[in-house]
Protein backbone atom coordinates (compact mmCIF):
# COMPACT_ATOMS: atom_id res chain seq x y z
CA UNK A 1 0.00 0.00 0.00
CA UNK A 2 2.83 2.63 1.16
CA UNK A 3 4.52 1.46 -1.99
CA UNK A 4 1.19 2.25 -4.28
CA UNK A 5 1.17 5.59 -2.74
CA UNK A 6 4.87 6.71 -3.28
CA UNK A 7 4.20 5.48 -7.07
CA UNK A 8 1.04 7.62 -7.00
CA UNK A 9 2.45 11.00 -5.75
CA UNK A 10 5.48 10.29 -7.81
CA UNK A 11 3.32 10.11 -10.65
CA UNK A 12 1.50 13.60 -9.57
CA UNK A 13 4.90 15.02 -9.22
CA UNK A 14 6.01 13.74 -13.04
CA UNK A 15 2.58 15.43 -14.08
CA UNK A 16 3.32 18.74 -12.65
CA UNK A 17 7.07 18.68 -13.54
CA UNK A 18 6.18 17.90 -17.33
CA UNK A 19 4.06 21.29 -17.10
CA UNK A 20 6.81 23.14 -16.15
CA UNK A 21 9.14 21.98 -18.65
CA UNK A 22 10.49 18.69 -17.03
CA UNK A 23 11.24 17.90 -13.61
CA UNK A 24 12.15 20.56 -10.97
CA UNK A 25 16.08 20.32 -10.02
CA UNK A 26 16.27 20.41 -6.61
CA UNK A 27 19.79 21.57 -5.77
CA UNK A 28 23.50 22.01 -6.83
CA UNK A 29 23.01 25.13 -8.90
CA UNK A 30 25.66 26.31 -11.73
CA UNK A 31 23.55 29.57 -12.25
CA UNK A 32 21.16 32.28 -11.32
CA UNK A 33 19.26 31.02 -14.31
CA UNK A 34 19.53 27.66 -13.24
CA UNK A 35 18.41 28.35 -10.08
CA UNK A 36 15.88 30.49 -10.61
CA UNK A 37 14.21 28.14 -13.26
CA UNK A 38 13.85 25.23 -10.82
CA UNK A 39 12.57 28.08 -8.67
CA UNK A 40 9.70 28.64 -10.88
CA UNK A 41 8.97 24.93 -11.23
CA UNK A 42 8.90 24.34 -7.42
CA UNK A 43 6.29 26.86 -7.11
CA UNK A 44 3.79 24.50 -9.46
CA UNK A 45 5.11 21.10 -8.02
CA UNK A 46 3.19 19.18 -5.45
CA UNK A 47 4.71 19.23 -2.70
CA UNK A 48 3.02 15.98 -1.48
CA UNK A 49 4.49 14.30 -4.04
CA UNK A 50 7.92 15.94 -4.42
CA UNK A 51 8.79 15.04 -0.70
CA UNK A 52 7.50 11.58 -1.47
CA UNK A 53 10.31 11.10 -3.87
CA UNK A 54 12.72 13.37 -2.14
CA UNK A 55 12.27 10.92 0.64
CA UNK A 56 12.65 7.97 -1.54
CA UNK A 57 15.88 9.06 -2.92
CA UNK A 58 17.42 9.92 0.21
CA UNK A 59 16.45 6.90 2.53
CA UNK A 60 14.60 8.65 4.81
CA UNK A 61 11.99 6.26 7.36
CA UNK A 62 10.66 8.00 10.38
CA UNK A 63 9.70 6.59 13.80
CA UNK A 64 6.44 7.64 13.93
CA UNK A 65 3.40 9.84 11.94
CA UNK A 66 3.77 12.52 14.43
CA UNK A 67 7.63 12.57 13.46
CA UNK A 68 6.66 12.28 9.69
CA UNK A 69 4.87 15.30 10.03
CA UNK A 70 7.21 17.47 11.27
CA UNK A 71 9.46 16.47 8.77
CA UNK A 72 7.06 17.05 5.92
CA UNK A 73 6.40 20.42 7.87
CA UNK A 74 10.12 21.44 7.95
CA UNK A 75 10.48 20.48 3.99
CA UNK A 76 7.43 22.24 2.91
CA UNK A 77 9.31 25.79 4.72
CA UNK A 78 12.79 24.34 3.33
CA UNK A 79 10.80 24.27 -0.39
CA UNK A 80 9.37 27.88 0.19
CA UNK A 81 12.81 29.33 1.45
CA UNK A 82 14.57 27.85 -1.67
CA UNK A 83 11.92 29.36 -3.85
CA UNK A 84 12.00 32.63 -2.23
CA UNK A 85 16.15 33.12 -2.08
CA UNK A 86 16.70 31.58 -5.75
CA UNK A 87 14.22 33.71 -7.05
CA UNK A 88 15.54 37.43 -5.81
CA UNK A 89 17.68 39.01 -8.79
CA UNK A 90 21.31 39.51 -8.13
CA UNK A 91 21.55 36.37 -6.02
CA UNK A 92 25.46 35.47 -5.23
CA UNK A 93 24.51 31.86 -4.06
CA UNK A 94 21.59 29.85 -4.44
CA UNK A 95 19.66 26.95 -1.81
CA UNK A 96 18.49 24.00 -2.39
CA UNK A 97 16.96 20.52 -1.02
CA UNK A 98 19.52 18.76 0.72
CA UNK A 99 19.28 15.72 2.46
CA UNK A 100 19.10 17.25 5.83
CA UNK A 101 15.63 18.80 4.73
CA UNK A 102 13.46 17.65 6.70
CA UNK A 103 14.98 19.00 9.51
CA UNK A 104 14.56 22.85 10.78
CA UNK A 105 17.54 25.14 11.71
CA UNK A 106 17.28 24.55 15.26
CA UNK A 107 17.40 20.46 14.51
CA UNK A 108 20.22 20.98 12.49
CA UNK A 109 22.00 23.45 14.71
CA UNK A 110 21.45 20.98 17.54
CA UNK A 111 22.80 17.66 15.69
CA UNK A 112 25.22 18.78 13.65
CA UNK A 113 26.91 22.18 14.45
CA UNK A 114 29.40 22.37 17.38
CA UNK A 115 29.07 24.40 20.49
CA UNK A 116 29.49 27.84 20.21
CA UNK A 117 32.94 29.37 20.79
CA UNK A 118 34.80 32.38 20.77
CA UNK A 119 37.31 32.65 17.53
CA UNK A 120 39.91 33.71 19.02
CA UNK A 121 40.41 31.73 21.82
CA UNK A 122 40.67 28.95 19.34
CA UNK A 123 43.17 30.51 17.52
CA UNK A 124 45.24 31.26 20.59
CA UNK A 125 44.56 27.97 21.46
CA UNK A 126 46.15 26.86 18.56
CA UNK A 127 49.36 28.92 18.23
CA UNK A 128 50.19 27.45 21.57
CA UNK A 129 50.83 24.43 20.54
CA UNK A 130 51.55 25.02 17.11
CA UNK A 131 54.98 23.71 15.95
CA UNK A 132 55.54 26.77 13.56
CA UNK A 133 53.44 29.99 13.05
CA UNK A 134 53.65 31.78 10.03
CA UNK A 135 53.32 35.77 10.38
CA UNK A 136 51.72 37.78 7.52
CA UNK A 137 54.06 39.17 4.90
CA UNK A 138 55.28 42.95 4.72
CA UNK A 139 53.61 45.25 2.81
CA UNK A 140 56.69 44.53 0.11
CA UNK A 141 56.52 40.74 0.31
CA UNK A 142 52.79 40.83 0.31
CA UNK A 143 53.20 42.18 -3.75
CA UNK A 144 55.34 39.96 -4.58
CA UNK A 145 53.36 37.30 -3.33
CA UNK A 146 50.36 38.14 -5.57
CA UNK A 147 52.86 37.88 -8.65
CA UNK A 148 54.15 34.67 -7.89
CA UNK A 149 51.23 32.39 -6.05
CA UNK A 150 49.20 31.37 -8.78
CA UNK A 151 45.57 32.91 -8.84
CA UNK A 152 43.88 30.41 -9.08
CA UNK A 153 44.33 26.60 -7.02
CA UNK A 154 42.30 23.59 -6.42
CA UNK A 155 43.81 20.71 -4.83
CA UNK A 156 40.87 18.50 -6.58
CA UNK A 157 42.49 18.85 -9.63
CA UNK A 158 45.68 17.49 -8.83
CA UNK A 159 43.85 14.72 -6.97
CA UNK A 160 45.36 15.56 -3.55
CA UNK A 161 41.74 15.26 -1.72
CA UNK A 162 40.09 11.69 -0.87
CA UNK A 163 36.08 11.89 -1.04
CA UNK A 164 33.90 13.81 0.88
CA UNK A 165 32.46 12.37 3.76
CA UNK A 166 29.20 12.88 6.16
CA UNK A 167 29.63 13.21 9.96
CA UNK A 168 26.01 12.67 10.31
CA UNK A 169 23.86 13.35 13.44
CA UNK A 170 27.49 14.30 15.41
CA UNK A 171 29.22 17.53 16.17
CA UNK A 172 32.81 16.18 14.83
CA UNK A 173 33.39 18.21 11.99
CA UNK A 174 36.58 19.59 14.43
CA UNK A 175 37.65 15.62 13.72
CA UNK A 176 36.85 15.59 9.76
CA UNK A 177 38.09 18.44 9.02
CA UNK A 178 41.61 17.33 10.36
CA UNK A 179 41.56 13.79 9.18
CA UNK A 180 40.54 15.03 5.88
CA UNK A 181 43.66 17.88 6.20
CA UNK A 182 45.90 14.90 7.24
CA UNK A 183 44.76 12.91 4.40
CA UNK A 184 45.45 15.75 1.39
CA UNK A 185 48.76 16.16 3.22
CA UNK A 186 49.76 12.11 3.43
CA UNK A 187 48.92 12.29 -0.55
CA UNK A 188 50.83 15.64 -1.30
CA UNK A 189 54.26 14.32 0.56
CA UNK A 190 53.86 10.89 -0.85
CA UNK A 191 53.09 9.21 2.30
CA UNK A 192 51.63 5.67 2.00
CA UNK A 193 48.86 5.07 3.93
CA UNK A 194 44.84 3.94 3.82
CA UNK A 195 43.81 6.79 2.15
CA UNK A 196 40.68 6.64 4.56
CA UNK A 197 42.02 7.53 7.96
CA UNK A 198 39.77 7.16 11.69
CA UNK A 199 37.59 10.18 12.32
CA UNK A 200 35.37 7.96 15.11
CA UNK A 201 39.40 7.29 16.48
CA UNK A 202 39.39 11.27 17.27
CA UNK A 203 36.23 11.32 18.89
CA UNK A 204 36.27 8.73 21.32
CA UNK A 205 39.69 9.35 22.19
CA UNK A 206 39.99 13.14 22.40
CA UNK A 207 38.87 14.53 25.50
CA UNK A 208 39.54 16.24 28.72
CA UNK A 209 39.75 12.94 30.50
CA UNK A 210 43.04 12.59 28.38
CA UNK A 211 44.25 15.88 28.35
CA UNK A 212 42.76 17.77 25.57
CA UNK A 213 39.78 20.11 25.34
CA UNK A 214 37.49 18.45 22.81
CA UNK A 215 34.00 16.48 23.44
CA UNK A 216 33.46 14.15 21.01
CA UNK A 217 29.81 14.90 19.30
CA UNK A 218 29.81 18.27 21.39
CA UNK A 219 32.83 19.94 19.47
CA UNK A 220 36.29 20.22 19.54
CA UNK A 221 39.72 21.41 18.71
CA UNK A 222 41.04 20.16 15.21
CA UNK A 223 44.29 21.09 16.73
CA UNK A 224 43.30 18.46 19.16
CA UNK A 225 43.84 16.23 16.91
CA UNK A 226 46.82 17.33 15.02
CA UNK A 227 48.68 16.93 18.62
CA UNK A 228 47.18 13.48 19.24
CA UNK A 229 48.37 12.03 15.86
CA UNK A 230 51.73 13.74 16.62
CA UNK A 231 52.15 11.84 20.10
CA UNK A 232 50.22 8.69 18.64
CA UNK A 233 49.11 7.86 15.22
CA UNK A 234 46.27 8.27 13.16
CA UNK A 235 44.70 4.30 12.48
CA UNK A 236 42.17 3.72 9.37
CA UNK A 237 38.96 3.75 9.04
CA UNK A 238 38.90 -0.11 8.37
CA UNK A 239 40.35 -0.44 11.72
CA UNK A 240 38.34 1.84 13.89
CA UNK A 241 34.85 2.44 12.06
CA UNK A 242 32.93 5.73 12.27
CA UNK A 243 29.93 5.50 14.50
CA UNK A 244 28.83 9.58 14.93
CA UNK A 245 28.43 8.89 18.77
CA UNK A 246 30.31 9.61 21.60
CA UNK A 247 30.86 7.75 25.18
CA UNK A 248 32.57 4.64 23.24
CA UNK A 249 35.93 3.63 25.13
CA UNK A 250 38.67 4.74 23.45
CA UNK A 251 39.93 0.93 21.43
CA UNK A 252 43.18 2.59 20.39
CA UNK A 253 45.98 1.94 22.49
CA UNK A 254 49.67 2.14 23.24
CA UNK A 255 49.18 -2.00 23.89
CA UNK A 256 47.33 -2.32 20.02
CA UNK A 257 49.72 -2.94 16.93
CA UNK A 258 49.31 -0.03 14.83
CA UNK A 259 47.36 -1.09 11.67
CA UNK A 260 48.62 -1.12 8.35
CA UNK A 261 48.29 2.43 6.48
CA UNK A 262 48.54 4.60 10.00
CA UNK A 263 50.45 7.59 10.00
CA UNK A 264 51.27 10.14 11.98
CA UNK A 265 52.60 13.50 11.66
CA UNK A 266 55.12 15.84 12.21
CA UNK A 267 52.97 19.05 14.28
CA UNK A 268 51.42 21.63 12.55
CA UNK A 269 51.60 25.49 12.19
CA UNK A 270 49.08 28.79 12.28
CA UNK A 271 48.61 30.94 9.30
CA UNK A 272 48.40 34.87 10.03
CA UNK A 273 44.90 36.44 9.49
CA UNK A 274 46.17 37.47 6.21
CA UNK A 275 45.09 36.89 2.62
CA UNK A 276 48.24 36.51 1.17
CA UNK A 277 49.54 34.84 3.49
CA UNK A 278 46.46 31.89 3.64
CA UNK A 279 46.76 31.72 -0.14
CA UNK A 280 50.34 30.76 -0.58
CA UNK A 281 49.71 28.62 2.15
CA UNK A 282 47.36 26.10 0.46
CA UNK A 283 49.52 26.50 -2.75
CA UNK A 284 52.50 25.73 -1.32
CA UNK A 285 51.81 23.12 1.47
CA UNK A 286 48.36 21.68 1.49
CA UNK A 287 44.86 22.08 2.74
CA UNK A 288 44.02 24.34 5.46
CA UNK A 289 41.34 23.97 8.23
CA UNK A 290 39.59 26.96 9.35
CA UNK A 291 37.02 27.09 12.05
CA UNK A 292 33.08 28.88 10.56
CA UNK A 293 30.50 30.27 11.81
CA UNK A 294 27.00 28.14 10.52
CA UNK A 295 24.36 30.62 9.55
CA UNK A 296 20.63 29.39 8.72
CA UNK A 297 21.19 30.70 4.96
CA UNK A 298 24.08 28.64 4.88
CA UNK A 299 22.97 25.12 5.43
CA UNK A 300 20.70 24.97 3.15
CA UNK A 301 23.97 26.05 0.56
CA UNK A 302 23.48 24.67 -2.97
CA UNK A 303 26.24 26.24 -5.31
CA UNK A 304 27.02 30.38 -6.17
CA UNK A 305 29.60 32.21 -4.40
CA UNK A 306 28.64 32.46 -0.52
CA UNK A 307 29.11 36.46 0.39
CA UNK A 308 30.11 37.79 3.73
CA UNK A 309 27.10 39.68 3.75
CA UNK A 310 25.44 36.45 5.08
CA UNK A 311 27.46 36.42 8.46
CA UNK A 312 25.69 37.72 11.37
CA UNK A 313 26.84 35.35 14.04
CA UNK A 314 30.00 36.04 16.39
CA UNK A 315 30.99 32.81 17.46
CA UNK A 316 32.32 29.93 15.59
CA UNK A 317 30.19 26.69 15.26
CA UNK A 318 32.02 24.71 12.82
CA UNK A 319 35.34 23.15 11.14
CA UNK A 320 35.81 23.13 7.36
CA UNK A 321 38.83 22.55 5.04
CA UNK A 322 39.96 24.95 2.30
CA UNK A 323 41.66 22.90 -0.46
CA UNK A 324 41.67 26.08 -3.31
CA UNK A 325 40.61 29.01 -4.23
CA UNK A 326 40.16 30.88 -7.51
CA UNK A 327 41.01 34.63 -7.20
CA UNK A 328 40.22 35.43 -11.34
CA UNK A 329 37.08 36.78 -11.03
CA UNK A 330 35.36 39.95 -9.75
CA UNK A 331 35.03 38.19 -6.04
CA UNK A 332 37.79 36.36 -5.34
CA UNK A 333 36.11 32.87 -3.16
CA UNK A 334 37.60 30.23 -1.32
CA UNK A 335 37.18 26.14 -2.06
CA UNK A 336 35.86 25.00 0.97
CA UNK A 337 35.56 20.85 1.57
CA UNK A 338 32.13 20.46 4.54
CA UNK A 339 31.77 17.02 6.17
CA UNK A 340 27.75 16.94 5.39
CA UNK A 341 27.98 14.40 2.45
CA UNK A 342 28.29 14.89 -1.45
CA UNK A 343 24.51 16.20 -1.59
CA UNK A 344 25.14 19.31 0.12
CA UNK A 345 26.74 22.46 -1.55
CA UNK A 346 28.58 21.68 -4.91
CA UNK A 347 29.48 18.07 -4.42
CA UNK A 348 30.39 18.62 -0.98
CA UNK A 349 31.93 21.47 -0.77
CA UNK A 350 31.23 25.58 -0.79
CA UNK A 351 32.64 28.40 -2.57
CA UNK A 352 33.11 31.39 0.05
CA UNK A 353 34.22 34.66 -0.47
CA UNK A 354 37.95 35.44 0.15
CA UNK A 355 37.75 39.02 2.01
CA UNK A 356 40.81 40.81 2.36
CA UNK A 357 40.27 42.26 6.04
CA UNK A 358 41.89 40.18 8.89
CA UNK A 359 38.15 38.05 10.10
CA UNK A 360 36.73 35.95 6.87
CA UNK A 361 33.79 35.39 6.35
CA UNK A 362 31.99 33.98 9.12
CA UNK A 363 34.65 34.09 10.97
CA UNK A 364 36.91 31.89 9.09
CA UNK A 365 40.24 33.41 9.48
CA UNK A 366 40.04 31.72 12.84
CA UNK A 367 42.57 28.82 13.25
CA UNK A 368 43.78 28.65 10.14
CA UNK A 369 45.93 25.61 10.95
CA UNK A 370 47.71 23.39 8.28
CA UNK A 371 49.43 20.51 8.95
CA UNK A 372 53.08 19.59 8.50
CA UNK A 373 54.75 16.49 7.06
CA UNK A 374 53.01 13.05 7.56
CA UNK A 375 55.22 9.70 7.71
CA UNK A 376 53.67 6.18 7.85
CA UNK A 377 53.37 4.78 10.98
CA UNK A 378 55.10 1.40 11.74
Not at 43 to 55: G, I, N, P, S, V
Not at 67 to 86: G, L, P, S, T, Y
Amino acid sequence: MKLLLVLLLSAALFASAARTGGRPQLRNFASPAEAQAAAKQLQQTDRKALFAEWRAANGKAYASPVREAAAFAAFNAAVDDVIAHNSRPGATFFKGLTDTADLSWEEFETTRLMRPANGDALTAQAAAGATAVDAAPAPKHGRKLAQTVPAKWDWRALGKVTPVKNQGSCGSCWAFAAVAALESKALITGTKFSKDLSEQQMVDCINTATGYSSYGCNGGASTDVLRYVKAFRATTEADYAYTGKTGTKCLETSASPAAAGSITVGGYKVLAKDRATIQAAVASGGPVIVYFSVQSSFYRYSGGIYPASSCTGTAVNHAMLVVGYDFTGPTPYWIVRNSWGNLWGVGGYAYIQATADAVGTCKMYSGLIQPLATTVKA
